[in-house]
T-cell receptor, first 115, second 108 residues
Framework: SAVISQKPSRDICQRGTSLTIQCQVD?????MFWYRQQPGQSLTLIAT?????????ESGFVIDKFPISRPNLTFSTLTVSNMSPEDSSIYLC????????????FGPGTRLTVT | GQSLEQPSEVTAVEGAIVQINCTYQ??????LSWYQQHDGGAPTFLSY????GLEETGRFSSFLSRSDSYGYLLLQELQMKDSASYFC?????????FGTGTRLQVFP
């Protein structure tokens, strides 16, 4: 299993500003995933962060809006840039376990409100 | 594109059995997983089907039929604590694609 922490747990931000969310894992992992979950909705994958290479973004998400860093095998950051109220959401990071079950472990999430 | 559809809500009473279906359209998934998410919590893994058939884990079972692009999660002996959202997720190479989610409400 993997234990994941995220900072901050929640924040209220003004439109036009940026917020950087940190994700720390207690073990070394190759890939880290960033998701967005709007209230009452499913999880949408934003991007996959690999150490030593640029993140791979899903359709509808761009690097200028959601820059990602992956400086080592246990840490990643996601920045939500130039925020608008539509960015209000829960942002979760996750990692995949090493077993055959392809189990993903999730952080507790960051609840972002943009006013 | 890839999409996984689930019923939006299911209700049941304690002790009952409930089935949550998941139908998908995709060029090909490596397997189908199920996750549970309580309000305010993070998703947690429940089960995984790499092959067609039934996988049983305690009160929860999951089924996959690749030929029908269909799977389900079966919850038996329902308890109040099972009230949560449930998501199927297709495994696409190295990432998960989550279904639309089903909110299960268990009543006494």
């Amino acid at each position: 299993s993997a234990v994941i922490s995220q900072k901050p747990s929640r924040d209220i931000c003004q439109r036009g500003t940026s917020l950087t969310i940190q994700c720390q894992v207690d073990s070394q992992v190759t890939m880290m995933f960033w998701y967005r979950q709007q209230p009452g909705q499913s999880l949408t994958l934003i991007a996959t962060a690999n150490q030593g290479s640029e993140a791979t973004y899903e359709s509808g998400f761009v690097i200028d809006k959601f820059p990602i860093s992956r400086p080592n095998l246990t840490f990643s950051t996601l920045t939500v840039s130039n925020m608008s109220p539509e960015d209000s959401s829960i942002y979760l990071c996750s990692v995949e376990g090493v077993g055959a079950r392809r189990e993903q472990y999730f952080g507790p999430g960051t609840r972002l409100t943009v006013t | 594109g890839q999409s996984l559809e689930q019923p939006s809500e299911v209700t049941a009473v304690e002790g009952a059995i409930v089935q949550i279906n998941c139908t998908y359209q995709t060029s090909g998934f490596y397997g189908l997983s199920w996750y549970q998410q309580h309000d305010g919590g993070a998703p947690t893994f429940l089960s995984y089907n790499a092959l067609d058939g039934l996988e049983e884990t305690g009160r929860f079972s999951s089924f996959l039929s690749r030929s029908d692009s269909y799977g389900y999660l079966l919850l038996q002996e329902l308890q109040m604590k099972d009230s949560a959202s449930y998501f199927c997720a297709g495994i696409d190479t190295d990432k998960l694609i989550f279904g639309t989610g089903t909110r299960l409400q268990v009543f006494p």
